[in-house]
C-alpha cells in the first residue's frame, strides 16, 4: 500500500510513513468516509491529501487504490485549479458519469473525497451528503489553524 | 552556594534529563502527524530537522509533500529538486515533479519524470498510473478534421445566467468558445484536462468512458457532456438542479447537431 514503509527508506517508491495511530483530524476523516459509503449505491470512497498521501479509504478489494488516489488527488487539483482561474468561486464537489457508474470528488483544504457509485446512485443525495462533508472537512482544517 | 549557582546547577540538571532529538526521530514523528492530518506540527519538526540536518532527502521530502498540501507549489518544487540533488532517483520526488508538471499543463516536462521514476522503480502504481494517463495526451492538432459543422451561435437556446459556452475535441483543438482570447484558451485548457484525468479516473474504477460531468464551485455551476472526443461545456448559476442543467445542456448539444 502507499504508506507501508519508513520515511528513512528514501529509496522506496511508497510513500513515507508507517503504520500509526491517527486520532484528531484523521478520526473526522474516517468518520466522515464511513458516513458517506453507507449512502445507497455508493461502492467505496478515499480521502486523499492533494500530495497523493491517501489518509483513509474504504474499497473494494478489486479497486487499485494506488492508483485511483494518484488520479483522485491530480483531478481534485486540477478542478481546484480551473475554478480559481475561472473564477467561478472555491471549488466544492464534481461528478462525473460514465455508462456503468459515477465517481464523485470533493474538494477541501486537507484533501479530496473520492466516491465510486453505481450507475443508478441518487445523484443529488449523494452530492448534498458529499457537500456536507466536504464543510466538515473545512472545519477540521479551520480549527486546527485557530489552535 | 549562592542562589546564582544553585539555579545554574538546578537548569543544568533538568535540560541534562532532557537528551535532543535526533533529526530522524523528527523526521519520523512528523511523517506520523502528517498521517495524522496534523501538518502544522509537522511543519514545525521537518524544519527544526532540517536545521539540525540539512543533508537529508527523506526531511527535504517531507517538506515538499506538506508545501504541496498547504498549496504552496514553488516551495515544495524547490523541495523535491533539493531531494534529487541529494538522491537522483528518488522515485516520490521524481513522482512530485511530475504532478506539478502535469497541474502547470507541462506535459512534455511531465513524461521524463515519469519515465524516470518507473526505470528504476517499476512496482511504482501511482506512476504507473499517470504515466498510462498521460501517454494518450497529444497536442492540439493544427488543423483536427471536426465533426462538428459551423456553430451557429445565434439559434442556441441559452438558459438564462448561461455563460463561458465551449465546444472543443478532447485533444484541446477548441470549436467554439465564449469570452475573450484569454478566457476561451483557459477555458479549452481546464476543459481538456478535467475530461482527461476524469477519464483516466472513471476508466481505472472500471465504469467505462466519460459522458458527464458537473463541477460545483462555490459561485457557479459547470456542466459538460462528451461522446466521442467531443467535449461540450457551460457555466450556470448555482442554484440551477444537477438534472435541469444536464437537461438544458442536452438542448444545447442537440441544437449543436452534433455528430460523434
Known amino acids: 500500500m502507499a504508506d507501508s514503509q519508513t520515511p528513512a527508506d528514501s529509496s522506496a517508491p511508497r510513500d513515507a510513513g508507517g503504520a500509526v495511530p491517527r486520532p484528531s483530524r484523521a478520526q473526522a476523516f474516517r468518520e466522515t468516509l464511513f458516513e458517506l459509503i453507507r449512502l445507497d449505491g455508493v461502492r467505496g470512497g478515499l480521502i486523499v491529501t492533494p500530495d497523493g498521501l491517501v489518509i483513509t479509504s474504504e474499497l473494494p478489494p478489486r479497486f487499485p487504490v494506488e492508483a485511483l488516489a494518484a488520479l483522485a488527488a491530480t483531478l481534485g487539483r486540477e478542478l481546484e485549479l480551473g475554478a480559481t482561474r475561472l473564477d467561478r468561486g472555491a471549488f466544492r464537489t464534481a461528478l462525473f458519469s460514465a455508462d456503468d457508474g459515477t465517481v464523485f470528488v470533493g474538494g477541501s483544504p486537507v484533501g479530496y473525497v473520492t466516491l465510486v457509485a453505481d450507475r443508478n446512485v441518487n445523484v443529488e443525495v449523494v452530492r448534498a451528503a458529499l457537500g456536507r462533508a466536504v464543510d466538515r472537512l473545512r472545519g477540521t482544517w479551520r480549527t486546527a489553524g485557530a489552535a | ?260
Open chain 2, 1 to 260: 552556594m549562592g542562589i546564582a549557582t544553585f539555579l545554574e546547577r538546578t537548569w543544568s540538571g533538568l535540560t541534562g534529563l532532557v537528551k535532543p532529538r535526533s533529526a530522524a526521530t523528527m523526521f519520523r514523528l512528523a511523517d506520523q502527524y502528517r498521517h495524522e492530518g496534523r501538518y502544522e506540527e509537522a511543519a514545525d519538526l521537518i524544519a527544526e530537522g532540517l536545521r539540525v540536518a540539512p543533508n537529508i532527502a527523506v526531511g527535504h521530502l517531507l517538506d515538499a509533500y506538506l508545501h504541496v498540501v498547504f498549496r504552496e507549489m514553488p516551495a515544495a518544487k524547490t523541495s523535491f529538486r533539493r531531494v534529487l540533488s541529494l538522491d537522483p532517483y528518488h522515485p516520490r520526488a521524481l513522482f512530485g515533479l511530475a504532478r506539478i508538471a502535469l497541474e502547470e499543463g507541462d506535459i512534455e516536462g511531465c513524461r521524463p519524470f515519469l519515465d524516470r521514476a518507473i526505470q528504476y522503480f517499476p512496482d511504482f502504481p501511482e506512476a504507473k498510473a499517470l504515466q498510462e494517463m498521460v501517454a494518450t495526451w497529444s497536442a492540439p492538432a493544427v488543423a483536427t478534421p471536426s465533426s462538428v459543422g459551423a456553430v451557429n451561435t445565434e439559434r442556441l437556446r441559452l438558459p438564462p445566467g448561461a455563460h463561458d459556452l465551449i465546444l472543443t475535441h478532447a485533444d484541446g483543438t477548441m470549436v467554439f468558445a465564449q469570452g475573450s482570447e484569454d478566457r476561451q484558451r483557459q477555458l479549452t485548457l481546464h476543459m481538456t484536462q478535467v475530461y482527461r484525468i476524469a477519464s483516466a479516473t472513471l476508466a481505472r474504477a472500471g465504469l467505462g468512458a466519460l459522458r458527464r460531468g458537473v463541477v460545483e464551485g462555490s459561485s457557479e455551476m459547470m456542466f459538460m457532456r462528451s461522446d466521442g472526443g467531443i467535449i461540450l461545456g457551460v457555466a450556470l448559476p448555482r442554484e440551477i438542479e444537477v438534472g435541469a442543467g444536464l437537461v438544458q445542456l442536452g438542448r444545447l448539444w442537440t441544437d449543436l447537431n452534433i455528430k460523434s
